[in-house]
């Protein structure tokens, strides 16, 4: 079950310092116009997701239910900061960019324990990774 919202949300791993770091950043400097929560802190249910897919990657909800997720869900935010950020947003939108978009977004995801901020608690865990097909 979804609720009714006025602005989009980011939800991100609120336990890796990687991502807190990314999303610190985002807060400081793109200034996006949407709610920015930890998964753990998170109404998942009435954000439409699941724990599997917070755990997976990035999410991008925007106020109608449509979820956006990985290198899809930066483009958006992006996209809502506007000025030249929303450039960039706009070209990782466009296929021939966003498959690579995507696979640069999963070598991240899978090795941000590794990223500047990272610690070993970053690492995902063996169940927030996607299967053969995913």
């Known amino acids: 079950?979804?609720?009714?919202?006025?602005a989009p949300v980011l939800v991100y791993d609120g336990d890796c310092g990687f991502c807190t770091t990314?999303?610190?950043?985002?807060?400081?400097h793109l200034r996006p116009r949407c709610t920015i929560t930890?998964?753990?802190?998170?109404?998942?249910?009435?954000?439409g997701v699941t724990e599997q897919r917070a755990l997976h990657e990035v999410l991008w909800i925007t106020p109608s239910g449509v979820v956006h997720g990985g290198?899809?869900?930066?483009?958006?935010?992006?996209?809502?900061?506007g000025g030249p950020w929303s450039v960039a947003g706009a070209v990782l939108t466009l296929p021939p960019v966003r498959w690579p978009a995507h696979a640069v977004y999963r070598l991240i995801?899978?090795?941000r324990h590794r990223m500047p901020g990272g610690?070993?608690?970053?690492?995902?865990?063996?169940?927030?990774?996607?299967?053969p097909g995913r």
């Open 119 to 131: 610690t070993p608690a970053c690492a995902l865990p063996a169940n927030g990774r996607p299967g």
């Open 38 to 47: 930890a998964w753990q802190d998170a109404d998942l249910d009435a954000l």
């Open 109 to 111: 995801a899978h090795n």
């Open 1 to 6: 079950m979804t609720t009714a919202r006025t």
């Open 71 to 81: 290198a899809q869900a930066v483009a958006k935010l992006l996209l809502n900061a």
């Open 22 to 28: 990314c999303v610190r950043y985002a807060e400081r």
